[in-house]
């Protein structure tokens, strides 16, 4: 079978675990070429008390200049972490230009979590994503995201109808498959997978503790499971099982990320 390639789009923290430090060594342990476009450079993520952050949008117009002129094409996409409203214009320039027949483009939103928006983001970046979901064949929101997505108002507590209710509000600004992670009630935790009529909850054990990352750690698994040919279905299970599996291999003072290596060592 000839081998993948895809191209993920997201920053590189420097220190932090999470976008392309996960995407990069998941996606090519399970044997996909993986390419990178780097948006930017922080030194850690955002959730560690400072930042520097480099934008490297100024780059991207000749970095797609020498590939048109080397003719490469991407076989899938995966987007992540994008930090600028203006990277979204650029990544539908990029479906637009480098997408090998029938790529398909996996978007996980990434913009706030707990209710609230990830520091350095607004309503503008919403908007611009909004945008770019139409282009998307699967979304990976958590129910924060969703909720933004679509303009309702976020609940702590919800049931099963308040998440149909946003996955049919996504369904109506974009053609995507819609998967809503981290759905949490009645003592579990999911991920919603949206289907004709009701939809689906695909339930894990939920842990005592959230580890930073690891919706990263989520997409990579699920895009990787996917471009292998399996159906969403069995990409959520496997993904949240390596989630699960990372979370309780993590030492509990380690604060900014999860020991996922251990994990993919053992895969
Ligand atoms: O894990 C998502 C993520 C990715 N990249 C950066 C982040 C975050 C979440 O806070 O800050 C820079």
Not at 181 to 201: A, N, P, Q, R
Request: charged letters at 25%.
């Amino acid at each position: 079978m000839k081998s993948k390639r895809i191209l993920t789009m997201q920053d590189l923290s420097c220190v932090g675990q999470c976008s392309l430090t996960v995407a990069l060594p998941i996606l090519s342990r399970y044997g996909i070429e993986t390419c990178v476009l780097p948006t930017a450079v922080l030194s850690n993520h955002t959730m560690f008390k400072g930042w520097s952050y480099l934008d490297l949008t100024p780059e991207i117009p000749a970095i797609y200049e020498n590939w048109k002129n080397n003719g490469i094409k991407f076989d899938a996409f995966l987007l992540g972490y994008l930090g600028k409203s203006e990277l979204m214009e650029l990544a539908e320039k990029c479906f637009d230009e480098f997408s090998a027949d029938g790529a398909p483009v996996i978007i996980d939103p990434v913009f706030g979590d707990n209710g609230k928006l990830y520091g350095g983001f607004d309503l503008d970046y919403v908007a611009a994503m909004r945008k770019l979901i139409r282009r998307a064949d699967i979304i990976l929101p958590n129910v924060t995201e969703a909720c933004f997505l679509t303009e309702t108002e976020y609940r702590q507590d919800y049931d099963g109808n308040f998440i149909n209710l946003l996955a049919e509000k996504l369904a109506k600004l974009t053609n995507a498959e819609i998967i809503i992670t981290g759905v949490e009630y009645g003592g579990k935790i999911g991920e919603y997978i949206h289907g004709k009529g009701k939809g689906e909850i695909i339930w894990h054990e939920l842990l005592p503790v959230k580890k930073h990352g690891t919706g990263d750690i989520f997409a990579s698994v699920f895009t990787a499971n996917y471009l292998m040919g399996e159906g969403v279905h069995k990409c959520c299970l496997a993904a949240a099982k390596f989630v699960t599996d990372s979370i309780q291999i993590t030492d509990g003072e380690h604060f900014y990320g999860v020991n996922f290596e251990k994990i993919l060592k053992k895969s």
